[in-house]
């Protein structure tokens, strides 16, 4: 249990373009889906914090008008990158974390779970 | 603010050496900490964790121990296989109950066993 997918796991696209990038939780709800930037041997950024329902939480100097966050159900949240420029090319990851009631069912509600990423390319 | 500094790699060992990966850590109060492993195609996985100090992590022949007095938690294991080949992520985040749990994490270490 607990998986995460991540859809597309690699896009090409070109400069100015908008892009979706989708993340599931597949075998369980999550209340919070984080998601993450990784730059080539950098650690893992956290872009923001996405609550099902509510407006994402941006970390500072993320633009939330570039990086469009929506989490309309409790098994999905999306990343759009909008006007892609090269410098926006980078690795995505996403997380969730399991909703508290759901800590009976083996799963830790302290837990993220995390996505196998995806890959941007702009060219 | 919480930071976490990690020995950078990569790191090559052969099969059934010992293995160290350091990783220190700053942050305010008593933050959980965690080591994360993230196999070659595949999402990170949670590895072990340690939410006070003196705590042992352990997990799969890994263990790391929460050292408040010299801000550590390194990564060790006694014979490594190289099914162990991943790369290893060290973070920590705010207590449970403090809200808004945000992970920190270091750099990552590639670990390469050669048979």
């Known amino acids: 249990g607990a998986v995460v997918s991540q859809h597309p796991s690699r896009v090409i696209c070109k400069s100015g373009t908008s892009v979706k990038i989708e993340c599931r939780s597949l075998?369980?709800?999550?209340?919070?889906m984080f998601w993450y930037r990784q730059f080539p041997k950098k650690s893992l950024m956290l872009m923001a914090t996405?609550?099902?329902?509510?407006?994402?939480?941006?970390e500072q100097g993320v633009e939330k008008d570039k990086f469009l966050i929506n989490h309309a159900s409790l098994t999905l949240s999306t990343l759009t990158v909008t006007s892609a420029h090269p410098e926006d090319s980078s690795f995505y990851i996403c997380?969730?974390?399991?909703?508290?009631?759901?800590?009976?069912?083996?799963?830790?509600?302290?837990?993220?779970?995390f996505g196998p990423g995806t890959r941007l390319t702009v060219l | 603010g919480n930071s976490v500094t990690q020995m950078e790699g990569p790191v090559t060992l052969s099969e059934e050496a010992f293995l160290t990966i350091n990783c220190t850590y700053t942050?305010?109060?008593?933050?959980?900490l965690f080591w994360y492993v993230q196999y070659p195609g595949e999402g990170l996985q949670l590895l072990l964790k340690?939410?006070?100090?003196?705590d042992k992590g352990s997990n799969k022949g890994f263990e790391a121990t929460y050292r408040k007095e010299t801000t550590s938690f390194h990564l060790e294991k006694g014979s490594v296989q190289v099914s162990d080949s991943a790369v290893y992520f060290c973070?920590?985040?705010?207590?449970?109950?403090?809200?808004?749990?945000?992970?920190?994490f270091g750099t990552g270490t590639r670990l390469t066993i050669i048979p």
């Open positions: 075998d369980f709800q999550a209340t919070t």
């Open positions: 997380s969730a974390r399991p909703r508290a009631r759901l800590a009976g069912a083996g799963l830790s509600y302290n837990e993220q779970f």
């Open positions: 340690a939410t006070k100090a003196d």
């Open positions: 996405s609550n099902e329902g509510s407006k994402a939480t941006y």
């Open positions: 973070a920590l985040s705010n207590p449970v109950g403090f809200g808004n749990e945000k992970l920190t």
């Open positions: 942050a305010t109060g008593y933050p959980s």
